[in-house]
């Protein structure tokens, strides 16, 4: 098996494997999402039978105080009627039995107190239990989103490591192709049509983080997506940077180094918009005013040979 099929075979593994990971991360992800989801579910069961047992307390709770009304007013009546056949017998008779009265009246406005405060308690107990499960409910949905997002960033770590060992390998390949075919290739319209579809995509999904300090001050900081593509064009045009770079004696021999190449006007733009960088000495590049000269240097430090571009 010659190199070229190692590295195909190579390059097909990788594939399958990334393949793999993101079908097990895909099943991680839908299982946390079911048991997210089973999680409200039972939740909202509890709720709703907290709710119905409250429900029906309450309806107990309702049927007991008619109840004791009812009881009330059947004694008073069952009280008047024998005071009306007593009356014109003793005095104290009736006085007592209005005393038993009073008693009675008493005793049921403590009963009812005492299950009014027993409503509001259970109520305030289903309202805490609610409340507990909300909370639950809130902590379990931020503990499966962090492990999701766990989980798609070791996918992305793989994808990276496999994008790298199949540039390394297709820069090996490169490499044996002899310096005839190399020197052939190394055109503004040569490195475009091998590589512009690559970067292109890459562009699109790709994030930036720099932050470069001088003596303890930051100097040139930013992050997040690379600038909209048709921008940086639009300002540099590719095929005459590469031709800039070109004529300072640059050679490009691969993926990697037409990224990293091209990928350095992203900068170049943000410290235009930036003087004090301009000033400060950052990258070596004597400390100037004017724009156009730092642009120059920027450049003519990027084509130096032995040191790789800045992205």
């Known amino acids: 098996m010659n190199t070229l099929e190692h590295a195909e075979k190579f390059i097909a593994e990788t594939e399958v494997q990334i393949a793999e990971h993101e079908s097990a991360a895909e099943a991680w992800i839908q299982r946390i999402e079911n048991q997210v989801e089973q999680h409200r579910r039972t939740a909202e069961e509890q ?53 038993e009265l009073a008693q ?66 297709r ?11 190399r020197t052939e290739q190394n055109t503004p319209e040569a490195l475009m049509a091998r590589f512009d579809t690559r970067y292109n995509e890459r562009h699109a999904g790709s994030t930036v983080a720099q932050s470069h300090v001088i003596n303890g001050v930051e100097i040139l900081a930013y992050s997040g997506k690379l600038l909209p593509l048709a921008e940086i064009d639009e300002k540099y045009p590719r095929k005459e940077w590469l031709q800039n770079l070109l004529d300072r004696n640059v050679t490009i021999r691969n993926f990697n180094e037409y990224w990293q190449y091209l990928s350095a006007r992203d900068m170049l733009m943000r ?19 004017d724009w156009e000269t730092y642009q120059e240097a920027y450049i003519a430090r990027l084509a130096k040979p032995g040191e790789p571009p800045d992205a």
Do not use: C, M
């Not at 009546?77 to 104290?92: C, H, M, P």
């Not at 820069?171 to 075919?181: I, N, V």
């Open 171 to 181: 820069a090996q390949l490169e490499e044996h192709r002899g310096s005839e075919e």
């Open 271 to 289: 410290i235009e918009k930036k003087p004090r960088v301009w000033t400060s000495g950052l990258f070596e590049i004597p400390p100037t005013e």
């Open 104 to 169: 009675h009246q008493e005793t049921v406005s403590e009963q009812i107190e005492r299950i009014h405060s027993d409503i509001e308690e259970n109520s305030r107990n289903a309202e805490e239990q609610i409340k507990n499960i909300h909370n639950q409910i809130e902590e379990q949905h931020d503990a499966a989103a962090n492990q999701v997002e766990r989980i798609r960033e070791q996918v992305r770590r793989y994808r990276e490591t496999a994008e790298e060992h199949a540039e390394r390998i």
């Open 47 to 99: 709720i709703t039978k907290i709710h119905e047992q409250q429900h029906k307390e309450r309806q107990t709770a309702e049927e007991r105080i008619q109840l004791l009304h009812h009881g009330l007013a059947e004694h008073r009546e069952a009280v008047k009627e024998q005071i009306q056949r007593l009356q014109n017998e003793l005095e104290e008779q009736i006085q007592r039995l209005q005393n």
